[in-house]
């Protein structure tokens, strides 16, 4: 559709009623260029966290439909005042919440995948000239409960109505400038990328970047969808993340460093028994939806030495599980670790990356724990204190 | 139905996750005597205001869907932690919003008005002893956009259930212990009434009283609903509000005194231009949904002396109107009044109630700017200095 595009505010971007009519102020002037957006926000930042901290004084833990009805109220917020601000410059839009709009998911709470979005409402307000502003975040079930799909689920709901409506472009306004060769908090030197592909940016976000949300960048790669990221408050451009990188490249080998706090790192300290025992631990972790990441093992059979890392907020569901296995007594857990990645779809045609990768780490002195590889990425673990010379070390040596 | 029950509780009974801890106990320990209730909730004191505030940052005096989408959020909260607090305590229940419970009003935004409320859901959550949770204040149109029902609207979305689904009894939880003689603030030996009649519960809100509001006791009175506003923290019985107040009567003349502070007085300064002009202000006023209550007109004719009172927050809507008919000039704005009112079915058979309550505003030494008289109340607006000790003389008066 021609002139179409969605556009996704996050959080930081409406944290505040003055940010509010900024924004306003911005898809006003976009409207005047010609543009037609459709518009995605997230919730107020730290609203949502406020919600999970009155939730967590009630029932802490608790997960189910409440709760989700709950959290959704923060994207109701945003959207109503939006949908103000931009009315007062008389800019004729309609706020819609999910069940409005038609976004219709799986009864997973919290966790809920977009099953079908019904387009027609969308597209009779554009026929009229009626800008839609949709709560992201948010679905209902075929029985018209409320459902949310995950931090980060903002994204996800702008791809899925940018891939239902067939809008090729998506916008995501966040606030940093783009998607960095490495977070500059960490590596000063880092440089705004101008483009990367749709797998590179899939491992940077698996791998510890915030900026997209994974599910939202699978999405996009499979329905084609060009995202652009870039700052809500600068009319600069940020980083594009297409199909074709190749098209844009600058052959470089390795395009990013990423990084992730939180992590943390179960060992097993006594032989352990074998593939049933890994292969049932393993089962029940993943029923208990714990995210195990890099899992190293030394020797097949016994005896077999076992690692794996995990999300650190899955530490509790993970001693319990070792617990009804009992095998809880059986363990150390070494918190104070850092995920440490390179990523590059040029990596998979050239040799010698790991030797460089594990060089760096040799001369940073960083503590190793565990590590893993893919055709275009290298992940270890390593002590936290290490990580920030590491970072930069890396950063130099692949020339970012 | 046999021991079903609606229970609405107002914003200070959930005002904290504390608080609302506390009401999913008393709930649970209703239910564990064999009530069955269905629960009715305001938004948690204070966070309704919190919104107006954010939306008046944005957009102030705006009206229109975006507002009434943001308010309603406040009782999605409420219903939402509750929910948990209940689930927590293994009471089987379910949140619904408006559009999920049914409850479909005009599309008048911010002063709705209840239209159908489809009883299906409602009626097959019982079914299954799931006891259903219903967000107040909100509703939605035909549309299925989102609407609210004013102020103290939790209470007309009880009184609506109640009657939707015949259930006869509708237990109003509040912060007072029921309805007094007068307001315990301003009169210490103000008692609390056992029972009142419909009619005089409406003059009573009407008048200023705060406990319920105007239009769910109508409603209340018209299907026969008894009203039972109680302390939400205590367990003692509050007043009842039932058809028949005559079997409990204690044959009381008069039953209450009321008083509000939120009116004001506009004058006419000059000569006024009869008959014809009144209507025109009065109708105009009514245009900009202006509530003016006591009018009064010395002499018909040329030359008239008119006065009336308007609920404070009008002033700016009725001053925009004198401008346009060009009698922004002409007027003066009395501020600083008060309006105190005594009630009570027995006053129509009794003849002396209003010298009596004259001789005490004469006493007082009040400063009397408007009168008006009905069968079963007599209100004056009179300065705000002499509140207080006139309310004491009249409930002295009357033996209250």
Not at 37 to 51: C, E, H, N, Q, R
Not at 235 to 249: A, Q, R, S
Not at 303 to 313: D, N, V, Y
Request: glycine residues 6%; aromatic residues 8%.
């Amino acid at each position: 559709m021609k002139n179409f595009i969605v556009k996704k505010f996050g959080g930081t971007s409406v944290a505040s009623t003055e940010k509010i009519k900024i924004i306003a102020k911005r898809i006003a002037e976009d409207i005047k260029r010609g543009e037609r957006p459709l518009i995605v926000l997230s919730a107020m930042s730290g609203y949502t966290d406020s919600l999970i901290q009155m939730a967590d004084r009630v029932f802490p833990d608790y997960q189910g439909e409440a709760y989700d009805m709950l959290l959704s109220s923060g994207e109701q917020v945003s959207i109503s005042l939006l949908s103000m601000a931009l009315k007062k410059r008389n800019i004729p839009n309609k706020p819609l919440l999910a069940h409005q709009a038609g976004i219709q998911t799986s009864s997973f709470f919290s966790k809920a995948c977009i099953e079908s979005i019904r387009t027609e409402k969308i597209k009779s307000l554009f026929k009229k000239n009626i800008f839609p502003l949709i709560a992201g975040f948010q679905g209902v079930t075929k029985q018209n409960e409320i459902t949310t799909l995950g931090r980060g689920g903002s994204d996800l709901t702008a791809v899925a109505l940018s891939s239902a409506l067939k809008i090729k472009t998506c916008e995501i306004y966040t606030d940093v400038r783009g998607v960095f060769t490495a977070d500059p908090q960490l590596v000063p030197k880092a440089r705004k990328q101008k483009h990367l592909s749709f797998s590179e940016m899939m491992e940077m976000s698996y791998l510890g970047s915030k900026v997209l949300q994974i599910r939202s960048v699978e999405m996009a790669s499979k329905h084609g969808i060009n995202l652009h990221v870039r700052h809500a408050f600068k009319k600069e451009e940020g980083t594009w993340i297409t199909k074709k990188k190749e098209n844009f490249m600058e052959g470089s080998l390795v395009s990013a460093v990423a990084h992730d706090l939180n992590t943390l790192v179960i060992k097993f300290n006594k032989t352990a028994e074998g593939v049933g025992f890994i292969s049932e631990l393993f089962t029940k972790l993943g029923k208990e939806s714990v995210f195990v990441d890099i899992i190293s093992q030394s020797g097949i059979g016994v005896p077999a030495r076992l690692a794996f890392s995990i999300t650190k907020t899955d530490l509790k569901k993970s001693l319990s599980v070792l617990k009804k296995l009992k095998l809880d007594k059986n363990i150390s857990i070494i918190d104070g670790v850092a995920k440490i990645s390179i990523i590059g779809v040029g990596m998979a045609s050239y040799s010698g990356v790991a030797g460089r990768f594990f060089s760096v780490i040799k001369k940073t002195k960083a503590r190793l724990y565990l590590v893993t590889t893919s055709e275009i990425k290298i992940s270890a673990i390593i002590d936290k204190t290490s990580l920030k010379k590491t970072a930069r070390a890396l950063h130099k040596e692949f020339d970012l």
